[in-house]
């Protein structure tokens, strides 16, 4: 049976330690949702032998709770029932395969979003991070530090969230506990701030630079003009720069989160999106609501407080923690 299937021979053959760890992340952290989702699917299983219009409707209730969002999940029950018919399914216990095989395939289908960071081969590679506030943004920079940090790099952060009482001092001492080098000023045009930092990167041959934003999206107007003087300031002084605009959500707001990617899709180029605080909620259906709502790639995925819990966004390894128990034990 198609990805049903190809899910299991492939994980088999993740065989090396990091994608076992990562695994084993993806499983503890989408262990709310999968409880929730995976467990409701089941009873609808036990409860409906033959596929019915019930059988639908509450399955579409289903999946509108695990924040998979309504639009994308009227397309999918659409597509859904055109492959029991065309196929001539009755058996609810084979629908729930080729559930699976539907959403990955919303994932997967239409243009493709890559999950890489786009680095630069030729000096620092910036990464300017953007959302609104209490997110988990200025976490979610550090923990960034910290895995390129581990993987040989020489990180430095720019605090461009210049007004926010409290944010720059918050910021350099996430530097000074991942070793980080750090750049900011208080209360001082954040163009400025970032444009002395990115000297003070070509300086210091820096690999990667992650710039903190201001959170303030009640004035569009405002952020919209901040966002364009920084893209100017960064792109004037290191070509083709920044080289990604991540969008920080937490994933526990639901379609809130969707909300927000679509107003800061309209006021800069967003480039991927970090799903924090997956791990704390039963709504990790938003990883396909964002896919289908805004078309960002989702590129890391918060899923603990540690700092080695930020990981890199894997759909396979996503839909085997979401299925997990399904795809087990159909061994």
Do not use: C
Not at 62 to 68: G, T
Not at 165 to 189: C, H, M, R
Not at 199 to 215: M, N, Q
């Amino acid at each position: 049976m198609g990805l049903f299937n190809k899910f299991k021979d492939a994980f088999k053959k993740k065989d090396t330690t990091n994608v076992k760890e990562d695994v084993k992340a993806y499983d503890k952290g989408l262990e709310k949702t999968r409880k929730e989702f995976v467990n409701e699917l089941n009873v609808l299983g036990l409860k409906y032998n033959k596929v019915t219009d019930e059988y639908f409707e509450e399955l579409e209730n289903i999946l509108i709770m695990a924040d998979i969002g309504v639009n994308t999940v009227m397309k999918f029950i659409d597509r859904l029932k055109a492959r029991v018919k065309k196929e001539n399914i009755s058996d609810t216990k084979y629908l729930q395969e080729v559930i699976v095989d539907e959403l990955f395939i919303i994932y997967v289908s239409g243009e493709y979003l890559s999950d890489k960071i786009n680095m630069n081969p030729n000096g620092p590679t910036v990464i300017l991070m953007v959302g609104v506030n209490g997110v988990g943004k200025t976490t979610t920079i550090a923990k960034l530090a910290y895995k390129y940090i581990n993987e040989g790099k020489k990180v430095m952060m720019i605090a461009g969230d210049t007004f926010r009482a409290g944010a720059v001092p918050q910021l350099e001492e996430w530097a000074n506990k991942t070793g980080a080098l750090f750049y900011g000023k208080s209360n001082t045009d954040p163009a400025g701030v970032i444009y002395d930092g990115l000297v003070k990167a070509k300086e210091e041959k820096v690999d990667i630079v992650l710039i903190d934003t201001a959170g303030r999206l009640q004035n569009k107007v405002n952020l919209m003009k901040e966002l364009e003087k920084i893209n100017k300031v960064i792109g004037t002084h290191i070509e083709g720069a920044p080289h990604e605009t991540l969008l920080v959500i937490d994933a526990s707001t639901g379609q809130n989160g969707i909300l927000q990617a679509e107003s800061f899709k309209e006021i800069t180029n967003i480039t991927g999106i970090v799903l924090t605080k997956l791990d704390g909620t039963a709504k990790g259906g938003i990883v396909l609501a964002i896919k289908e709502g805004v078309n960002i790639p989702v590129k890391f995925i918060g899923l603990g407080e540690k700092m080695e819990d930020l990981k890199t966004f894997d759909i396979e390894t996503y839909i085997y923690g979401l299925f997990k128990d399904m795809i087990d034990d159909g061994e």
